[in-house]
């Protein structure tokens, strides 16, 4: 029974960063589905400014430059909106709940 649970998860220096939009859709979507309403997401979406572009081109990781609001377009298809967006040197630290 799900009523009064939580569920949290956490994505930082991952899928957010490494995954393809439509994977990152695809996970968001099954999270969606499969977890209460109170259910919380918190990860770091890297930024898609000058400081990221630097960051990419230093790494050999395939980062994707996607920037917080293509993000946010993005976690809003799959269901989720931002409702915390910290800003930080190398990325975005953002808190998404269930739209």
């Known amino acids: 029974k799900r009523n009064g649970n939580i569920v949290s998860a956490s994505s ?9 939009d439509e ?7 099954a999270l969606y589905e499969a977890t209460p ?3 919380v997401i918190v990860g770091t979406v890297t930024r898609a400014d000058d400081i990221g572009r630097v960051l990419n081109q230093a ?3 395939a980062i994707n430059l996607r920037g ?11 269901g989720w909106r931002i409702t915390k967006a910290i800003d930080r ?4 630290d ?5 739209v």
């Open 12 to 20: 930082e220096g991952a899928l957010f960063e490494y995954g393809s």
């Open 23 to 29: 994977e990152i859709e695809s996970n968001l979507q």
């Open 37 to 39: 309403a109170a259910s």
């Open 59 to 61: 790494s050999q990781a």
């Open 68 to 78: 917080l609001e293509a993000f946010r377009a993005l976690s809003l298809r799959a």
């Open 89 to 92: 040197p190398l990325s975005h």
């Open 94 to 98: 953002v808190l998404m709940q269930k």
